[in-house]
């Protein structure tokens, strides 16, 4: 079994940046392929960014490319979600998620969940 708790989101303006943490326990987080999901209200779960084991491969939605990265504490437990020139439309819950590898865009490929941190982007 694997907890996963998120942390790291909050309100900021439009072209600010946060920096959102994904924290493991139980089981070690290397031993998972980790994604970042997003939910706004009256929307479907989306994928937002998946890396892999070694942290050598990573995808990320369109819509984020170029703004949004993803990566991994190599000897830690923590993935990390870097968001910068952030837009209304990056308003959501924001999600990690872990799974056996290899990496998966689909939510319902993955096993363990964290709860998710709001963040809100005014304009």
């Known amino acids: 079994q694997v907890q996963l708790v998120e942390s790291g989101g909050g309100l900021v303006q439009a072209g600010g940046s946060l920096r959102l943490s994904c924290v493991a326990s139980g089981r070690a987080i290397s031993a998972y392929a980790v994604g970042w999901f997003r939910q706004a209200p009256g929307k479907e779960r989306e994928f937002v960014s998946t890396i892999s084991l070694s942290g050598t491969i990573r995808y990320s939605a369109d819509s984020v490319k170029g703004r949004l990265t993803i990566s991994r504490d190599g000897a830690g437990n923590t993935v990390y979600l870097q968001m910068n020139s952030l837009k209304p439309e990056d308003t959501a819950v924001y999600y990690c998620?872990?799974?056996?590898?290899?990496?998966?865009?689909?939510?319902?490929?993955?096993?363990?969940w964290g709860q998710g941190t709001q963040v809100t982007v005014s304009s």
């Open positions: 998620a872990a799974r056996r590898p290899p990496t998966s865009q689909t939510p319902a490929d993955y096993t363990y």
